[in-house]
């Protein structure tokens, strides 16, 4: 059984900082690039980082370009989203998730969301 479980969100004033962890099973997590998308109220979801299967390449939404990093153990099947300088821009719902392309088939997997708020 596929799961993808986050931890790591809660309540943070500005300019604080959490790491998110999302821990893998039921997969061949090395085979697998590994994102972090966030949806905030009322809006729609969004890719915030994204890292290779090996974690050689990393890309960021401009937004948290320069104050989050993406990062993974594939000895211990988790991804983590380090948060640093947070704003209250970055109050919303993350969501770990899975991806790959495996013989032409397109697999997708998604956690359940850890709620990350920012607020004085």
């Known amino acids: 059984q596929v799961q993808l479980v986050e931890s790591g969100g809660g309540l943070v004033q500005p300019g604080g900082s959490l790491r998110l962890s999302c821990a893998a099973s039921?997969?061949?997590?090395?085979?697998?690039?590994m994102s972090w998308y966030r949806q905030a109220p009322g809006k729609e979801r969004e890719l915030v980082a994204v890292i290779s299967k090996t974690g050689g390449s990393t890309n960021y939404a401009d937004s948290v370009k320069g104050r989050f990093t993406i990062s993974r153990d594939n000895a211990k099947n988790t991804v983590y989203l380090q948060m640093n300088s947070l704003k209250p821009e970055d109050t919303a719902v993350y969501y770990c998730?899975?991806?790959?392309?495996?013989?032409?088939?397109?697999?997708?997997?998604w956690g359940q969301g850890t709620q990350v708020t920012v607020s004085s």
């Open positions: 998730n899975g991806h790959a392309r495996i013989l032409l088939r397109e697999y997708d997997y």
């Open positions: 039921g997969f061949t997590f090395s085979s697998y690039a």
